[in-house]
């Protein structure tokens, strides 16, 4: 079993300097999920302006694999139109099934999580911070 | 029984998957027994005689293969009974498990006799097993729930007990060892403070009875509950242990077939126990599995396992201990080999899977015990388990791991 494919030198990046890292505090958060097979626990916070999401800040207490995702996906939605986010999104979570994307092109650094789609028991740490991101656009844009 | 000493590589034998290669090369390094253990051949091979040769059903007919059945499954319900120092196999309930034990015991007793400003006490080591059902029972009954903490050392609170331990308390629910901490409970002195306050208890056995003697008339337990598959037997076969009064006393907490007197177009009349608590056909091949795993155990003996796994227990805690950054959670002087972990810097999923990655098994997570967790201050915990085929070459190997995930965790 090679855990390089799934510890990628970028998600390791990701994993030890997070992006849109920030404490949310009780209540802050639009969302707010918690694994419970393993504990896992995200909260997301963002904002709608232009049709763009800003300000976007996640507050996870996960594993190298969850927290990399995190990190990624805050990067890669950040003030992004919603409809390219929502693609994103169907895309990604596309990927982590094992099915081929339909638009890999725009997922970028988001690739070097395909490795994770090899080991099932790890494919909803990837997924959680997309799902609550899909949770926070259901709030934000309905 | 023979006087060489145990030896649990040889023991490894009797075990078909701790023979287990993968394809990677690598060999199985089963620490994850506290989950759930590996079968030995004895097990696998009554498991497998019942379905090839006596598959009739129990209870039910005259013909051969149906008094086989019969036959098998009363005998080891008789096993198991002298295996927990039972006063009589009727006194001995096959269910599926821990869990539905304590489910019987919330609904059948809890539910028909709490009443409402009544207690029930546990502690705040329970697994979620241990600690739903009762959640649920209180507040059916306009009861209370109340918890006896737990110490930094991860024993529990006795002082907190005893003054938790009012007149309204009915039922005191404890586990005999704790699944995160492996603290071993002193049950035979707390069920003597909670009899002398007027409760009734239950002892939850899971995992102790793959690794203690359990006596529940020395005890003097009002209910004991446990799993097969935490103790060498097979998956979806436990035992309740309850006294006879109280068997008398609750409701099933199943109806239906098998488990009747006499049925009339309106109503019906209860079997005796235990047939009234074990309504359909129940898990044969599951029981008659357990009764030779209990057969197996108690040939090993308990007092050479026990001073084995002390032994290795030891070993670990000082191994585990040395190494930089890590925490063990629960030092009980009184303990099983269940050790919880965290390395600092590094979550629970990630050390697992590099442990995987050498092919041995350990849990991440929450282990069932969120208020305990909460308590510790933790999402999620690591954890090594031990049982009799386990030797200091398992602790070896998973101390390399630790080292190794911590290096590639660690290196910039
Ligand atoms: C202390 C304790 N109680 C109860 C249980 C529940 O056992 P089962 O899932 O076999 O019903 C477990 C199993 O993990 C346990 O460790």
Redesign the interface.
Known sequence: MQLDDLYQEVILDHYRHPRHFAELTEGEALVDEENPLCGDHLKLDAHVADGKLTDVRIHCQGCAICSASASMMAEAVSDQPLEIIRRKAASFLALLRGEGAANEDELGDLLALRGVAEFPLRVKCATMPWHALEAALKRLAP | MSAQPFDPRARRADFPALGRVFS?GRRLVYLDNAATTQKPRAVLAATRRYYEESAGNVHRAVHRLAAEATGLYEDARQKIATFIGAPSPKTVVFTHGATEGINIVAHGWARKFLQPGDAVLTTAMEHHSNFIPWQQAVSARGATLRLAPVLDDGTLDRDAFRRLLTPEVKLVALTHASNVLGTINPVAELIREAHAAGARVLVDGAQSAPHLPLDVAALDADFLVFSGHKMLGPTGIGVLFAKPEMLDAMDPLLTGGEMISRVWDDHATWAEPPQKFEAGTPHIAGAIGLGAAVDYLAHLGHAALRQHEQKLTAYALEQLGALPGLKIFGRAPERLGVISFALEGL????IA??C??DGIAIR???MCA?PL?RRLGV??VSRASFHLYNDTDDVDALVASLLAVRK??HA?
């Open positions: 990677d979550h629970p999923h990630d899977q590099f995987d990655r991440a997570g929450h969120q967790l999402p999620a590639f965790f910039t």
